[in-house]
């Protein structure tokens, strides 16, 4: 089995109250308008989201859809796990929240994980460069993609 797997981890303190950077996080569309790669999230039936993601690589213009249903919606963490019967393209996001004085710290994490029988069935290229290269290369690209949005959605909520 080929896999292709990146994950991110870490946090941050915002100057706003938990239950408006709760609600940021729980609407998929700041996610679409702040995180570069994004290309969209839909609603399906039986409480799927399917976000759909495009980047430009080494190996040229990728296009991939994690189909991820919400698993834990509670005051001090958000989870999106991936559907039930997906084992393709994984997508795990998760958010935890905790208000202190007048900030709310938050804690991110993601894992995404591509598996295919073969490299070639991801890519022709992918048989000869090799699993190592490529999870280097999207986590490089995952953390700096993170990072932006999460400073995008600080500035936005401290704004307000």
């Not at 999230?41 to 040229?60: H, K, L, M, Q, V």
């Not at 919606?73 to 996001?93: K, M, V």
């Not at 699993?131 to 936005?156: C, S, T």
């Amino acid at each position: 089995m080929f896999r292709v797997r990146a994950s991110y981890k870490n946090g941050l303190e915002i100057e706003a109250p938990l239950a408006r950077v709760r609600e940021f996080f729980r609407d998929l569309k700041n996610f679409t308008e702040l995180l570069s790669g994004i290309e969209s999230i839909r609603r399906e039936a039986g409480g799927i989201a399917r976000w759909t993601i495009s980047a430009d690589t080494p190996i040229g213009h990728v296009r991939f859809s994690f189909p991820v249903q919400q698993t834990i919606y509670r005051a001090d963490l958000i989870e999106w796990s991936p559907a039930a019967n997906e084992s393709g393209n994984l997508l795990r996001y998760s958010v935890g929240f905790t208000e202190r004085d007048t900030h709310t710290s938050v804690s991110i994490s993601q894992q995404v994980e591509l598996r295919r029988a073969r490299a070639r069935d991801l890519h022709p290229a992918l048989a000869i460069i090799g699993e190592a290269p490529v999870n280097a290369g999207l986590q490089r690209r995952i953390n700096e993609a993170i990072d932006a949005f999460l400073a995008r959605a600080k500035a936005k909520l401290e704004a307000a």
